[in-house]
Protein backbone atom coordinates (compact mmCIF):
# COMPACT_ATOMS: atom_id res chain seq x y z
CA UNK A 1 0.00 0.00 0.00
CA UNK A 2 1.08 3.43 -0.84
CA UNK A 3 2.10 5.70 1.96
CA UNK A 4 -0.39 7.59 3.15
CA UNK A 5 1.41 11.77 2.56
CA UNK A 6 -0.78 14.65 3.89
CA UNK A 7 -1.46 17.43 1.45
CA UNK A 8 0.50 20.75 2.86
CA UNK A 9 -2.85 22.80 3.39
CA UNK A 10 -5.98 21.89 5.63
CA UNK A 11 -9.21 23.94 6.29
CA UNK A 12 -10.16 24.40 9.79
CA UNK A 13 -13.37 24.33 11.14
CA UNK A 14 -13.72 26.21 14.60
CA UNK A 15 -13.87 29.54 13.70
CA UNK A 16 -16.58 28.30 11.03
CA UNK A 17 -19.05 26.86 14.10
CA UNK A 18 -18.97 30.36 15.65
CA UNK A 19 -16.06 32.29 15.72
CA UNK A 20 -15.95 33.93 19.29
CA UNK A 21 -14.38 36.65 17.78
CA UNK A 22 -17.57 38.12 16.41
CA UNK A 23 -20.85 36.46 16.93
CA UNK A 24 -22.39 37.55 13.64
CA UNK A 25 -19.64 35.03 11.76
CA UNK A 26 -21.12 32.01 10.22
CA UNK A 27 -23.07 30.33 13.34
CA UNK A 28 -25.96 29.12 10.78
CA UNK A 29 -25.54 25.51 10.08
CA UNK A 30 -26.63 26.23 6.27
CA UNK A 31 -23.94 29.17 5.82
CA UNK A 32 -21.64 26.43 7.29
CA UNK A 33 -22.61 23.90 4.91
CA UNK A 34 -22.49 26.27 2.24
CA UNK A 35 -19.01 27.41 2.86
CA UNK A 36 -17.47 24.35 3.05
CA UNK A 37 -19.19 23.15 0.10
CA UNK A 38 -18.19 25.53 -2.23
CA UNK A 39 -14.24 25.27 -0.46
CA UNK A 40 -14.18 21.75 -1.39
CA UNK A 41 -14.92 23.47 -5.32
CA UNK A 42 -12.17 26.03 -4.78
CA UNK A 43 -9.53 23.34 -3.95
CA UNK A 44 -10.13 21.43 -6.84
CA UNK A 45 -9.98 24.63 -9.01
CA UNK A 46 -6.37 25.13 -7.27
CA UNK A 47 -6.00 21.05 -8.78
CA UNK A 48 -5.27 20.09 -4.71
CA UNK A 49 -6.26 17.29 -2.57
CA UNK A 50 -8.82 18.30 0.21
CA UNK A 51 -8.01 18.18 3.43
CA UNK A 52 -10.80 19.39 6.36
CA UNK A 53 -9.82 19.49 9.85
CA UNK A 54 -12.65 19.22 12.25
CA UNK A 55 -13.43 18.27 16.19
CA UNK A 56 -16.25 17.20 18.20
CA UNK A 57 -15.53 20.36 20.22
CA UNK A 58 -15.89 22.42 17.39
CA UNK A 59 -20.05 24.55 17.50
CA UNK A 60 -20.21 20.84 19.97
CA UNK A 61 -20.86 19.02 16.71
CA UNK A 62 -22.14 21.70 14.37
CA UNK A 63 -18.98 21.22 12.31
CA UNK A 64 -18.77 17.93 11.80
CA UNK A 65 -22.32 17.78 10.53
CA UNK A 66 -22.01 20.68 8.64
CA UNK A 67 -18.93 19.09 6.68
CA UNK A 68 -20.81 15.52 6.52
CA UNK A 69 -23.81 17.42 4.49
CA UNK A 70 -20.74 19.72 2.14
CA UNK A 71 -19.27 16.24 0.85
CA UNK A 72 -22.62 15.88 -0.82
CA UNK A 73 -24.29 12.55 -1.73
CA UNK A 74 -20.95 10.56 -2.91
CA UNK A 75 -18.04 12.45 -0.97
CA UNK A 76 -14.54 12.34 -2.99
CA UNK A 77 -13.06 9.15 -1.98
CA UNK A 78 -9.65 10.85 -1.94
CA UNK A 79 -10.99 13.66 0.57
CA UNK A 80 -8.91 13.93 4.32
CA UNK A 81 -10.66 14.61 6.92
CA UNK A 82 -9.42 14.60 10.65
CA UNK A 83 -10.89 15.08 13.98
CA UNK A 84 -10.11 14.58 17.49
CA UNK A 85 -10.62 12.98 20.87
CA UNK A 86 -10.32 13.22 23.96
CA UNK A 87 -13.82 15.18 24.09
CA UNK A 88 -17.40 13.33 24.52
CA UNK A 89 -20.72 14.87 24.08
CA UNK A 90 -23.43 14.43 26.22
CA UNK A 91 -27.14 15.85 26.03
CA UNK A 92 -28.02 18.04 28.93
CA UNK A 93 -30.13 16.15 32.17
CA UNK A 94 -31.78 17.77 35.22
CA UNK A 95 -28.34 17.25 36.89
CA UNK A 96 -25.75 18.57 34.32
CA UNK A 97 -27.71 21.15 32.53
CA UNK A 98 -26.58 23.19 29.33
CA UNK A 99 -23.03 24.84 29.58
CA UNK A 100 -22.67 26.75 27.04
CA UNK A 101 -18.80 27.26 25.18
CA UNK A 102 -17.38 29.72 23.53
CA UNK A 103 -18.62 28.73 19.84
CA UNK A 104 -21.32 31.05 18.82
CA UNK A 105 -24.40 29.60 17.94
CA UNK A 106 -23.42 25.99 18.78
CA UNK A 107 -25.30 22.60 19.29
CA UNK A 108 -26.62 22.70 23.01
CA UNK A 109 -24.77 19.30 24.20
CA UNK A 110 -22.18 18.95 27.11
CA UNK A 111 -18.54 18.52 26.49
CA UNK A 112 -17.16 15.65 28.99
CA UNK A 113 -13.14 14.94 28.88
CA UNK A 114 -12.74 11.42 28.60
CA UNK A 115 -8.88 10.29 27.28
CA UNK A 116 -9.16 6.40 28.51
CA UNK A 117 -9.39 3.68 25.63
CA UNK A 118 -13.22 3.43 26.13
CA UNK A 119 -13.46 7.20 25.61
CA UNK A 120 -11.57 7.34 22.93
CA UNK A 121 -13.19 5.03 21.06
CA UNK A 122 -16.29 6.67 21.92
CA UNK A 123 -15.42 9.71 20.49
CA UNK A 124 -14.43 8.39 17.45
CA UNK A 125 -17.86 6.22 17.08
CA UNK A 126 -19.46 9.87 18.20
CA UNK A 127 -17.60 11.52 15.25
CA UNK A 128 -19.44 9.52 12.89
CA UNK A 129 -22.63 10.43 14.21
CA UNK A 130 -22.62 14.03 14.05
CA UNK A 131 -20.96 13.36 10.23
CA UNK A 132 -23.76 11.36 9.12
CA UNK A 133 -26.54 12.94 11.10
CA UNK A 134 -27.82 15.38 8.35
CA UNK A 135 -26.85 12.67 5.60
CA UNK A 136 -29.14 10.27 6.89
CA UNK A 137 -31.90 12.68 7.11
CA UNK A 138 -31.58 13.44 3.32
CA UNK A 139 -31.50 9.89 2.88
CA UNK A 140 -27.58 9.75 1.64
CA UNK A 141 -25.42 6.95 2.50
CA UNK A 142 -23.36 7.50 5.50
CA UNK A 143 -19.75 8.18 5.59
CA UNK A 144 -17.89 4.99 7.22
CA UNK A 145 -14.29 4.59 8.84
CA UNK A 146 -11.93 4.10 5.42
CA UNK A 147 -14.18 5.80 3.40
CA UNK A 148 -12.57 8.99 3.36
CA UNK A 149 -8.51 8.99 4.29
CA UNK A 150 -8.64 9.76 8.22
CA UNK A 151 -6.32 11.04 10.88
CA UNK A 152 -7.25 11.72 14.44
CA UNK A 153 -5.67 13.42 16.91
CA UNK A 154 -5.62 13.47 20.39
CA UNK A 155 -7.09 16.93 21.43
CA UNK A 156 -5.79 19.42 24.04
CA UNK A 157 -3.73 17.14 26.71
CA UNK A 158 -2.41 19.81 28.12
CA UNK A 159 -1.97 21.91 30.83
CA UNK A 160 -3.81 25.34 30.03
CA UNK A 161 -6.83 23.07 29.77
CA UNK A 162 -6.51 20.48 32.43
CA UNK A 163 -4.23 22.14 35.22
CA UNK A 164 -2.97 19.76 38.43
CA UNK A 165 -4.43 16.56 36.52
CA UNK A 166 -2.14 17.40 33.19
CA UNK A 167 0.31 14.73 34.27
CA UNK A 168 -2.52 12.01 34.79
CA UNK A 169 -4.41 12.96 30.95
CA UNK A 170 -0.50 12.62 29.43
CA UNK A 171 -0.34 9.17 31.03
CA UNK A 172 -3.68 8.19 29.65
CA UNK A 173 -2.73 9.33 26.64
CA UNK A 174 0.45 7.07 26.51
CA UNK A 175 -0.92 4.18 27.52
CA UNK A 176 -4.51 4.30 26.44
CA UNK A 177 -5.36 6.48 24.05
CA UNK A 178 -2.53 6.21 21.50
CA UNK A 179 -2.41 2.47 21.61
CA UNK A 180 -6.24 2.40 20.74
CA UNK A 181 -5.57 4.97 17.99
CA UNK A 182 -2.61 2.36 16.02
CA UNK A 183 -5.77 -0.25 16.73
CA UNK A 184 -7.60 2.06 14.50
CA UNK A 185 -4.74 2.61 12.15
CA UNK A 186 -3.42 -1.23 11.92
CA UNK A 187 -7.17 -1.81 10.65
CA UNK A 188 -7.35 0.44 7.96
CA UNK A 189 -9.87 2.84 9.79
CA UNK A 190 -7.83 5.62 9.85
CA UNK A 191 -4.24 6.47 7.79
CA UNK A 192 -2.62 8.57 10.29
CA UNK A 193 -2.52 9.24 14.32
CA UNK A 194 -1.38 12.55 16.12
CA UNK A 195 -2.16 15.00 19.17
CA UNK A 196 -3.17 18.70 18.80
CA UNK A 197 -2.02 21.20 21.20
CA UNK A 198 -1.24 24.52 21.94
CA UNK A 199 1.41 23.84 24.38
CA UNK A 200 5.27 22.31 23.34
CA UNK A 201 5.48 21.11 26.62
CA UNK A 202 2.79 19.11 26.05
CA UNK A 203 3.92 18.10 22.57
CA UNK A 204 7.79 17.29 23.62
CA UNK A 205 6.34 14.87 26.43
CA UNK A 206 4.55 13.07 23.61
CA UNK A 207 7.38 13.70 20.32
CA UNK A 208 9.42 10.01 21.16
CA UNK A 209 5.62 7.85 21.52
CA UNK A 210 5.91 5.35 18.88
CA UNK A 211 2.28 5.73 17.96
CA UNK A 212 2.44 9.15 16.92
CA UNK A 213 2.72 10.49 13.63
CA UNK A 214 1.88 13.71 13.75
CA UNK A 215 2.47 16.34 15.99
CA UNK A 216 -0.14 19.25 16.05
CA UNK A 217 0.85 22.99 17.64
CA UNK A 218 -1.73 25.88 16.97
CA UNK A 219 -0.06 28.79 17.09
CA UNK A 220 3.26 27.93 18.18
CA UNK A 221 5.35 27.93 14.48
CA UNK A 222 3.64 31.01 12.63
CA UNK A 223 5.51 34.19 11.39
CA UNK A 224 5.13 36.02 14.46
CA UNK A 225 5.82 33.01 17.32
CA UNK A 226 8.74 31.43 16.63
CA UNK A 227 11.41 32.49 19.09
CA UNK A 228 12.84 35.86 17.69
CA UNK A 229 14.76 37.53 19.15
CA UNK A 230 13.36 40.37 19.59
CA UNK A 231 9.99 39.30 20.19
CA UNK A 232 7.80 39.92 23.25
CA UNK A 233 8.29 38.28 26.36
CA UNK A 234 4.75 36.70 26.22
CA UNK A 235 5.38 34.94 23.19
CA UNK A 236 9.30 34.24 24.30
CA UNK A 237 7.36 32.12 26.90
CA UNK A 238 4.70 30.60 24.42
CA UNK A 239 7.20 29.48 22.39
CA UNK A 240 10.21 28.12 24.67
CA UNK A 241 11.17 24.29 23.64
CA UNK A 242 10.44 25.21 19.90
CA UNK A 243 14.07 24.60 18.13
CA UNK A 244 14.35 21.33 20.72
CA UNK A 245 10.67 20.24 19.21
CA UNK A 246 12.08 20.88 15.96
CA UNK A 247 14.61 18.78 16.22
CA UNK A 248 13.01 15.72 18.66
CA UNK A 249 10.12 16.02 15.74
CA UNK A 250 12.78 15.10 13.39
CA UNK A 251 14.94 12.84 15.42
CA UNK A 252 11.71 10.59 16.54
CA UNK A 253 10.28 10.96 12.43
CA UNK A 254 7.31 12.64 12.95
CA UNK A 255 5.61 15.72 10.83
CA UNK A 256 4.58 18.89 12.24
CA UNK A 257 1.79 20.49 11.31
CA UNK A 258 1.15 23.97 12.00
CA UNK A 259 -2.14 25.08 13.63
CA UNK A 260 -3.82 28.75 13.49
CA UNK A 261 -0.79 29.68 11.11
CA UNK A 262 -2.53 33.57 11.25
CA UNK A 263 -2.04 33.48 15.43
CA UNK A 264 -5.82 34.07 16.43
CA UNK A 265 -5.99 36.16 13.18
CA UNK A 266 -2.95 38.98 14.11
CA UNK A 267 -1.51 38.17 11.19
CA UNK A 268 -4.46 38.37 9.02
CA UNK A 269 -5.56 41.93 7.97
CA UNK A 270 -7.06 44.27 10.33
CA UNK A 271 -6.29 41.42 13.33
CA UNK A 272 -5.73 42.12 16.64
CA UNK A 273 -6.31 39.03 18.91
CA UNK A 274 -3.39 36.84 20.19
CA UNK A 275 -3.77 33.26 21.71
CA UNK A 276 -7.21 33.37 21.22
CA UNK A 277 -7.45 37.17 23.49
CA UNK A 278 -7.36 40.82 22.39
CA UNK A 279 -3.53 40.97 21.83
CA UNK A 280 -1.55 43.64 24.37
CA UNK A 281 -0.24 46.75 22.93
CA UNK A 282 3.79 45.19 22.58
CA UNK A 283 2.68 42.22 20.87
CA UNK A 284 1.00 44.13 17.94
CA UNK A 285 3.96 46.63 18.17
CA UNK A 286 5.91 43.94 17.41
CA UNK A 287 3.46 42.53 14.25
CA UNK A 288 4.00 45.72 12.85
CA UNK A 289 7.62 45.89 12.63
CA UNK A 290 7.31 42.29 10.67
CA UNK A 291 4.54 44.05 8.43
CA UNK A 292 7.17 46.73 7.76
CA UNK A 293 9.80 44.62 6.28
CA UNK A 294 6.91 43.21 3.99
CA UNK A 295 5.43 46.49 3.16
CA UNK A 296 9.40 47.12 1.99
CA UNK A 297 9.32 44.15 -0.63
CA UNK A 298 5.70 45.12 -1.15
CA UNK A 299 4.56 41.50 -0.39
CA UNK A 300 1.59 40.96 1.92
CA UNK A 301 1.82 39.96 5.59
CA UNK A 302 -0.85 37.19 5.29
CA UNK A 303 1.31 35.38 2.39
CA UNK A 304 4.35 35.74 4.61
CA UNK A 305 1.97 34.11 7.55
CA UNK A 306 0.36 30.80 5.25
CA UNK A 307 4.26 30.08 3.91
CA UNK A 308 6.48 30.46 7.01
CA UNK A 309 5.31 27.50 8.44
CA UNK A 310 6.16 25.12 6.03
CA UNK A 311 9.50 27.05 5.63
CA UNK A 312 10.91 26.66 9.47
CA UNK A 313 9.95 22.86 8.91
CA UNK A 314 6.19 21.92 9.23
CA UNK A 315 4.94 19.63 6.75
CA UNK A 316 1.34 21.31 6.86
CA UNK A 317 -0.74 24.06 7.74
CA UNK A 318 -4.09 24.09 9.31
CA UNK A 319 -5.95 27.72 8.18
CA UNK A 320 -9.55 28.60 9.61
CA UNK A 321 -11.89 29.84 7.24
CA UNK A 322 -15.09 31.69 8.24
CA UNK A 323 -16.05 32.62 4.21
CA UNK A 324 -15.25 31.34 1.39
CA UNK A 325 -13.67 34.66 0.12
CA UNK A 326 -11.31 34.16 2.90
CA UNK A 327 -10.10 30.82 1.94
CA UNK A 328 -9.83 32.47 -1.98
CA UNK A 329 -7.52 34.62 -0.65
CA UNK A 330 -5.39 32.41 1.61
CA UNK A 331 -4.90 29.89 -1.29
CA UNK A 332 -3.73 32.92 -3.31
CA UNK A 333 -1.35 34.06 -0.45
CA UNK A 334 -0.20 30.36 0.14
CA UNK A 335 1.15 30.69 -3.63
CA UNK A 336 2.30 34.32 -3.47
CA UNK A 337 5.86 34.64 -4.33
CA UNK A 338 8.15 35.84 -1.43
CA UNK A 339 11.41 36.82 -2.45
CA UNK A 340 14.48 35.31 -0.92
CA UNK A 341 15.62 38.80 0.90
CA UNK A 342 12.63 39.25 2.80
CA UNK A 343 13.40 36.24 4.64
CA UNK A 344 16.92 37.13 4.91
CA UNK A 345 16.00 40.86 6.22
CA UNK A 346 13.43 39.30 8.74
CA UNK A 347 16.21 37.05 10.53
CA UNK A 348 18.80 39.88 10.33
CA UNK A 349 16.69 42.04 12.54
CA UNK A 350 15.63 39.43 14.56
CA UNK A 351 12.05 39.30 13.55
CA UNK A 352 12.35 35.42 12.67
CA UNK A 353 14.24 32.70 15.07
CA UNK A 354 17.24 31.76 13.87
CA UNK A 355 15.34 27.88 12.87
CA UNK A 356 16.33 25.96 9.69
CA UNK A 357 14.82 26.96 7.12
CA UNK A 358 14.41 24.91 3.61
CA UNK A 359 14.59 25.52 0.36
CA UNK A 360 17.67 27.63 0.19
CA UNK A 361 16.21 30.36 3.22
CA UNK A 362 17.81 31.33 6.11
CA UNK A 363 19.77 28.43 8.29
CA UNK A 364 20.05 28.55 11.92
CA UNK A 365 22.95 29.68 13.68
CA UNK A 366 22.69 27.60 16.85
Request: net charge negative; proline share 5%; aromatic share 8%.
Amino acid sequence: MPEFVLPSFAIGTGGLAGNPQNSALNTDLEVQISVIRESLQQFKAHHMRVWIDSALHYGAGNALKAIGMALGKEPGKDTVLSIKVGRILEAPTPDTPYEPSSFCGEAHFNRRFDYSESGVLRAFRQSFEFLNAGRVQQGWQPVEPGDLDMVVFVHDPETGVHGDKTDFIIQQVRHEALPALRELRRTGKIKAVGVGTNEITCALKLAGHADLDLLMIAGRLTLLSNSALRAPAQIQQDTAGLTELLQEAKKHRKSIISAAPGQSGMLYEGGTWYNYQPAPNEIITFRESIRAVFDKYHVPLTAGALQFPLLAGAKAIVCGICSNQELANNLAYFSHNIPQALWCDLEAQDLIGRIILKNGSPVNAA
